[in-house]
Nanobody, 126 residues
């Protein structure tokens, strides 16, 4: 299984951006997928997770009113729609395979995850 993020770039404060996480290889539709981010000098933080069915979505409180996770299993792609972006949202955004089927209760623990994409940089600046 391989994960490839895309969609990052420069956006003005208050703007929107949609990130994509494309899965390929064996069991591409087998895993719940999580989105995480890491700012310079800070620890990686969990943002959101979605089950294989797309029916179970979890969010960190810091983004739940601004970000929406979705999944297109026909395309083996998970999206993160981000709105009302702030300069503090500037970070490298990563997707990761969390666990089979559902996010579970420990999806935020990035240290337990071993399958990551390469990341995509989001810069929020005027």
């Amino acid at each position: 299984l391989q994960l490839v993020e895309s969609g990052g770039g420069l956006v003005q404060p208050g703007g929107s951006l949609r990130l994509s996480c494309a899965a390929s290889g064996s069991h591409a539709d087998y895993y719940a997928i999580g989105w995480f981010r890491q700012s310079l000098g800070k620890e990686r933080e969990a943002l959101s997770c979605i089950s294989t069915s797309g029916g179970g979505a979890n969010y960190d409180d810091s983004v739940k009113d601004r970000f929406t996770i979705s999944r297109d299993n026909a395309e083996n792609t998970v999206y993160l729609q981000m709105g009302s972006l702030k300069p503090e949202d500037t970070a490298v955004y990563y997707c990761a395979a969390v666990r089979p089927f559902t996010c579970g209760t420990n999806w935020r623990n990035h240290r337990s995850l071993g399958l990551w994409g390469q990341g995509t940089l989001v810069t929020v600046s005027s």
